[in-house]
């Protein structure tokens, strides 16, 4: 069964820097596309970043291209993002999820919260 | 670069059917397959459709989807209404490197 399991969220300032990790198991993690996507309070679900099996490729959403990383250790079975430059805009609950384009079928973990307020 | 469209809230009585628009802005809808999400408060997002129509294992036969060229959009329908299935529901495909997701619809079963 797959699972995937966030952690490392919590209360920064702004400007600030957190990294968040994500545990999976119930698949061979290196052979699948990889994803973080955000939900700020009171709205909808927001794709942030992507990531290949073998980290060949990474893609970002626009809001966070150049303050956001994404990256995965493959032997660990673990998916990270840090997030550098933090503002309130991301503010948000950060989910983990595997899905890709050849294998859209996704599944996710139960977020890890991020709050930027100082 | 396009968006998906969806009503912000649909409500039904338990035991009717629901169908949920995501209306794609430009390109066509058969371009790049349809995802549907079911997202209750406080849990994990669990998918209900992929590639369009397909249903994961586990997922019952009361949820369908499909998609239609001449409106360009997809449809999430389920029927006979539970309660159990009132929840956010989300839409998403895929943009060139990037993944788009609907403005999300509310279900109220009520």
């Known amino acids: 069964e797959v699972e995937v399991v966030e952690s490392g969220g919590g209360l920064v300032k702004p400007g600030g820097s957190l990294r968040l990790s994500c545990a999976a198991a119930?698949?061979?993690?290196?052979?699948?596309?990889m994803n973080w996507v955000r939900q700020p309070p009171g709205e909808g679900l927001q794709w942030v970043a992507s990531i290949s099996g073998r980290s060949d490729y990474r893609y970002y959403a626009d809001s966070v291209r150049g303050r956001f990383t994404i990256s995965r250790d493959n032997d660990r079975n673990s998916l990270y993002l840090l997030m550098n430059s933090l503002r309130a805009e991301d503010t948000a609950v950060y989910y983990c999820a595997k899905f890709g384009y050849l294998e859209p079928l996704g599944y996710w973990g139960q977020g890890t919260p991020v709050t930027v307020s100082s | 670069n396009f968006m998906l469209t969806q009503p912000h809230s649909v409500s039904q009585s338990p035991g009717k059917t629901i169908t949920i628009s995501c209306t794609r802005s430009?390109?066509?809808?058969?371009?790049?397959?349809v995802q549907w999400y079911q997202h209750r408060p406080g849990a994990a997002p669990t998918t209900v459709i992929y590639?369009?129509?397909?249903?994961p294992s586990g997922v019952p036969d009361r949820f369908s989807g499909s998609i239609d060229t001449s409106s360009n959009s997809a449809s999430l329908t389920i029927s006979g209404l539970r309660t159990e299935d009132e929840a956010d529901y989300y839409c998403?495909?895929?943009?060139?490197?990037?993944?788009?997701f609907g403005g999300g619809t509310k279900l109220t079963v009520l």
């Open positions: 430009s390109g066509s809808i058969a371009s790049d397959y």
């Open positions: 119930g698949f061979t993690f290196s052979d699948y596309y």
């Open positions: 590639e369009d129509k397909e249903r």
């Open positions: 998403q495909s895929y943009d060139a490197s990037k993944w788009v």
